[in-house]
């Protein structure tokens, strides 16, 4: 039995075009008789793919705006800064972020330092932020808005503020007034357990001692996981 190998063939194919050329003019011809069809076939193909992929989609899109709330939910300034807010916190307390606020074992950081922090968890929203935004009684810390309907007063303070409480009673809501905002966020940032219980007392006092809106993050030395 002789076995051909693909270099025979080609050679064979090309001797056979050489010596008769007129057949190469053949299959040129019958390709380009034949185009029509071809694209004729692609296109039903394609129509069929595209027909079969929006009737799935559509079905899909159909079970969730019957199932959830999926299309009614549209995130907010609010929402977004608050989400980041509770970011920051988890990475200062759980993940060690705590360390960037000290040096020599001492605590360095001020009220500007966490602010610049906080600017660094924001990526991937259509939400403008800007600092020290200024509208007529002094400068918020951030305004997070989108539009201008939708905006969000972000105020962060230490735990150790000797006005910490006035602070919370009054700043934000002038900030809020001035700027039209409909909402705030305020950030505490606490170094020691007996801050965090000063702020604690502050709030009960004020009442806002379950408040969404007021996030305290303890950035008290943590003993590493070997020594626990």
Known sequence: MNVFCLDDIERAIDATVQKYAEILDYYIKKKESEKDKASALS??????????????????CRHIFANSKFY???????????????FLK?????????RIFYKNGKPIASEDTVQRVFR??????????????NNGRGPADYKVSFGSRDSTIVEFKLGSSTSLKKNLMNQAEIYKKASKSISDIKVI???TKAEIAKVIRVLKGL????????IIIDAT????????
Request: charged residues 30%; proline residues 3%.
């Open 189 to 191: 940032l606490c170094y």
């Open 120 to 133: 660094l968890t924001w990526f991937a929203s259509p939400h403008d932020i800007n600092s020290e935004v």
């Open 221 to 228: 030395r943590k003993l590493s996981a070997s020594r626990v």
């Open 207 to 214: 009442k806002q001692e379950n408040a969404e809106n007021v």
């Open 43 to 60: 296109t039903v193909k394609v129509e069929k793919l595209r027909e079969e992929l929006l009737a799935t989609l559509t079905d899909f």
């Open 72 to 86: 009614e939910t549209k995130p907010t300034s609010y929402s977004e800064a608050l989400k980041r807010a509770h």
């Open 90 to 98: 988890q990475v200062i307390e759980d993940n060690d972020g705590y």
